[in-house]
Structure formats: structure tokens, C-alpha cells
T-cell receptor
Framework: AQKITQTQPGMFVQEKEAVTLDCTYD???????LFWYKQPSSGEMIFLIYQGSYDEQNATEGRYSLNFQKARKSANLVISASQLGDSAMYFC?????????????FGRGTQLTVWP | DGGITQSPKYLFRKEGQNVTLSCEQNLNHDAMYWYRQDPGQGLRLIYYSQIVNDFQKGDIAEGYSVSREKKESFPLTVTSAQKNPTAFYLCASSGRTGVDSPLHFGNGTRLTVT
């Protein structure tokens, strides 16, 4: 089965600065997907960005980019030019093939606080 | 607008009572999922269904039951056998089951059992 590890329970960043949220993963699948979700205090889960295991380029979506290092099995989320509205819980997740196809496995999350 | 509707947003029950959480989607998605979220635990999969009239247990299915009689609906029943039912419950759906398929989530139901 897939395993996701997020080692930072909390992170703080000043507005307009960049921040990196760490994520490492473990899997025996050759083909898998990595995802980041944002969860504001309201509770909804917002999909941010996706990286496929065979993608050679790092994924980017606006201010979000995913620093994918396959050999290290890491998929860190980089948020550039942080905004106050970025304060939320961030989850790294992954899926894979076979019996796990379609299922998402989540890490425990990182609480990001952006201060003015 | 298409989306996933979970109701109610807050639910309170007495210990020993069964309770059913509603999840409806109008995205025409085949696959639907129920996750449980506890503080510091991330999301854990309870049940999932990839097609109508079929569903599979996830990692923490004990004390829960589901049905999938319609494509749009995937209700979750928290039974009295669930030892610690107080949690935040999230329903999700997906239009396909590939490695590149993100899940679309509802806004969640916060269940408190006393």
C-alpha cells in the first residue's frame, strides 16, 4: 500500500514570502500520482496540483508548484508570494495502480499560517 | 453548478443510536468515497464504490455501512458498533479511476456523539 509522510505539523510564513511544505512517499508501484489539497477552516478540501510519476517536468498551477524528486521519493509543495488566504491545512496524497487504483492515501497534513 | 452535497453540516446524536450521513453528487461520477478525518490523523478511507450496487471496505470500515442504489447517492450509516464515531466525515467522488484522477470533495459533516 501507499504511504505518505508529512513531517511538519505546522509552518509559519510572512505574507509575500515563499514557503515549502514537505512530503515524502513510499510505494512499490511504478505508476502513481501525487496530489496536494488545501483545507481551510471551513473544512472543504480543495484540489491544488497533481504530479504523475512519469512526468519529467515539475507541475505548476499559478502560485503553486510541486518539487518532484523521484529518486528521493519526495513531492514538496512550494507556494510563492504567500497570501493571508493561504492559511489552511495542506495535505499531500497519492494513488497507485492495482488494488489501490482510484483510492487516495493521505498524509497527516501541515497547518500553514501566513502572517502579515 | 455541479458538485457534491453533504448534509447536514453538523449532526449530534446520543450514544447507541445509528445515524445516516447523506452524500449526493450531480457530477455524473461513477466512483464515490467516504473518508473520516480526526485531528492530527489526516483522512482515512471508510468505504468506496466504483459503480452502482457495488462497494468495498476501506481501511476503517468496522462500525460503518453504506449503500449505492443510485449513481448520485452514497449514504453512510454510522452504527452503534462504531466505538468512537465523533469525527469529521468527508464524501468524495471521481469521474475516473486512474492514477491521475483527483477526488472532488463535499463540504463535510461534523458528527458529535455524546
Amino acid at each position: 500500500a501507499q504511504k505518505i509522510t508529512q513531517t511538519q505539523p505546522g509552518m509559519f510564513v510572512q505574507e509575500k514570502e515563499a514557503v515549502t511544505l514537505d512530503c515524502t512517499y513510499d510505494t512499490s508501484d511504478q505508476s502513481y500520482g501525487l496530489f496536494w489539497y488545501k483545507q481551510p477552516s471551513s473544512g472543504e478540501m480543495i484540489f491544488l496540483i497533481y504530479q504523475g510519476s512519469y512526468d519529467e517536468q515539475n507541475a505548476t498551477e499559478g502560485r503553486y508548484s510541486l518539487n518532484f524528486q523521484k529518486a528521493r521519493k519526495s513531492a514538496n509543495l512550494v507556494i510563492s508570494a504567500s497570501q493571508l488566504g493561504d492559511s489552511a491545512m495542506y495535505f499531500c496524497a497519492m494513488t497507485g495502480r492495482g488494488s489501490t487504483l482510484g483510492r487516495l492515501y493521505f498524509g497527516r497534513g501541515t497547518q500553514l499560517t501566513v502572517w502579515p | 453548478d455541479g458538485g457534491i452535497t453533504q448534509s447536514p453540516k453538523y449532526l449530534f446524536r446520543k450514544e447507541g443510536q445509528n445515524v445516516t450521513l447523506s452524500c449526493e453528487q450531480n457530477l455524473n461520477h461513477d466512483a464515490m468515497y467516504w473518508y473520516r478525518q480526526d485531528p492530527g490523523q489526516g483522512l482515512r478511507l471508510i468505504y468506496y464504490s466504483q459503480i452502482v450496487n457495488d462497494f468495498q471496505k476501506g481501511d476503517i470500515a468496522e462500525g460503518y455501512s453504506v449503500s449505492r442504489e443510485k449513481k448520485e447517492s452514497f449514504p453512510l450509516t454510522v452504527t452503534s458498533a462504531q466505538k468512537n464515531p465523533t469525527a469529521f466525515y468527508l464524501c468524495a467522488s471521481s469521474g475516473r479511476t486512474g492514477v491521475d484522477s483527483p477526488l472532488h470533495f463535499g463540504n463535510g459533516t461534523r458528527l458529535t456523539v455524546t
